[in-house]
């Protein structure tokens, strides 16, 4: 098989694959029936991952760990907000936030940590203080310094939801495979970023990781989970392509340095233009490593 019909039979399969987002849609004999799949389309379906191929460590000639910001506000990062509101939309559509949150309560995803390098980690308990306050209103206070018990609708329960994840923190490795002869990117780790719970109707409430997930551990996980596809609705994209395709904007905020790991604020202090321009000096100098291997 040469490389023209390798290629046409890999795309065959990607469509194939993303065709059954709406499953038995146009066959349904009722609402119930849309989604499932037919006998055939279960015992053909392989819908897992693409693994991630061995790396030898005496293959990587280069490499660069980059820690990255995804501003969910910025219009081609919306499939990884949206949506925020699921009352009256179907349960195969969620955000990105939703689904890790699920599946950390439902124990599919084993671990969270609470910071980028995984040296700790933390429980669902841990995260009650972080995602949610409870508190009690004045004339809850009243009913109980009158020494009378405190009515339920005076105690106000404030819980962080899909719609205030305002960004995504991600951890990321560059490296030169000089086995392949090509700059390739493993993501590494994730975390939604939302206001302090404490200080959350504050008009610039410090914002804050509320966990980090080891990615690898999370791929089939959100393998399985779509995005809306805007322009084929027909072929939703998943969460686990969407990330490792990088189909997303980012600034990188950090890289591994001598100084600590230091961050790019940290060195550039009160001025977003130059930590922006600094950001995308540590792009361009990964992308010119790779030009740089090649002479003509």
């Not at 349960?91 to 439902?106: G, H």
């Not at 124990?107 to 933390?122: L, M, N, P, Q, V």
């Not at 030169?176 to 970023?193: N, S």
């Not at 008009?203 to 959100?222: G, H, K, Q, S, T």
Request: proline fraction near 4%; avoid cysteine.
């Amino acid at each position: 098989m040469n490389l023209k019909n390798l290629l046409l039979t890999v795309f065959s399969l990607f469509v194939t694959m993303f065709s059954f987002g709406q499953a038995n849609i146009l066959n349904a004999g009722s609402p119930e029936d849309i989604g499932k799949k037919t006998i055939e389309q279960i015992q053909l379906d392989n819908d897992l991952p693409l693994e991630y191929g061995y790396v030898d460590e005496r293959d990587v000639l280069w490499a660069k760990t980059t820690w990255e910001t995804i501003d969910l506000d910025e219009r081609i990062n919306f499939p990884l907000y949206y949506p925020i509101d699921t009352v009256n939309i179907g349960s195969d559509r969620r955000a990105l936030y939703d689904i890790l949150l699920a599946n950390v309560k439902n124990g599919k995803i084993k671990k969270i940590y609470a910071d980028s390098y995984f040296t700790e980690t933390r429980t669902l308990s841990d995260l009650d203080g972080t995602l949610s306050k409870i508190d009690t209103l004045d004339l809850g206070y009243e009913q109980y310094n009158a020494g009378e018990p405190v009515d339920p609708q005076y105690i106000e329960t404030t819980t962080i939801g899909a719609a205030d994840i305002s960004e995504y923190k991600i951890r990321g490795y560059w490296y030169f495979d000089k086995r392949q002869g090509e700059l390739r990117y493993r993501l590494l780790g994730i975390a939604p970023v939302a206001p302090d719970v404490n200080f959350l109707n504050d008009d610039e409430p410090d914002m804050v990781p509320l966990f980090w997930v080891w990615y690898p551990d999370v791929r089939e996980i959100l393998h399985k989970a779509k995005a809306f596809n805007r322009k084929n609705t027909s072929m939703p994209f998943t969460y686990d392509h969407i990330l490792n395709a990088r189909r997303f904007s980012s600034v990188i905020y950090k890289e591994d340095n001598i100084q600590g790991d230091r961050e790019v604020n940290e060195y550039i202090i009160d001025n977003a233009l130059m930590q922006l321009l600094e950001s995308e000096r540590i792009k361009e100098s990964i992308r010119n490593f790779e030009m740089d291997m090649w002479s003509y």
